[in-house]
Nanobody, 121 residues
Framework: QVQLVESGGGLAQAGGSLRLSCAASGSIFGINAMGWYRQAPGKQRELVARITSGGSTYYTDSVKGRFTISRDNANMMYLQMNSLKPEDTAVYYC????????????????WGQGTQVTVSS
């Protein structure tokens, strides 16, 4: 079992920044890819960014150049969000392990509880 706990969400103005953190605990040995999903009201959950244990990253097009995903050791992951836009408003979830399969990314079985990010215009 893996436990994921997010923190760092909140309210920001458009153009501002927030930094999300995800702390993993439990059976984390061997965890490869971790990432962030988000879900806005009335929309499907989408993969925002993913990072492997080797440091390879993926970003959805809408956040490229604005968001940065990082890991500083085996159990902490971050999402630095700059130049925030109102359309970034969503609940952000930490997830692992995220597989790349059949040309698409597949969410893993472990989810955090989510953290709300609200961007005002």
């Amino acid at each position: 079992q893996v436990q994921l706990v997010e923190s760092g969400g909140g309210l920001a103005q458009a153009g501002g920044s927030l930094r999300l953190s995800c702390a993993a605990s439990g059976s984390i040995f061997g965890i490869n890819a971790m990432g962030w999903y988000r879900q806005a009201p009335g929309k499907q959950r989408e993969l925002v960014a993913r990072i492997t244990s080797g440091g390879s990253t993926y970003y959805t097009d809408s956040v490229k150049g604005r968001f940065t995903i990082s890991r500083d050791n085996a159990n902490m992951m971050y999402l630095q969000m700059n130049s925030l836009k109102p359309e970034d408003t969503a609940v952000y979830y930490c997830n692992t392990p995220i597989y790349y399969r059949g040309g698409d990314y597949v969410a893993g079985r472990y989810w955090g509880q989510g953290t709300q990010v609200t961007v005002s215009s």
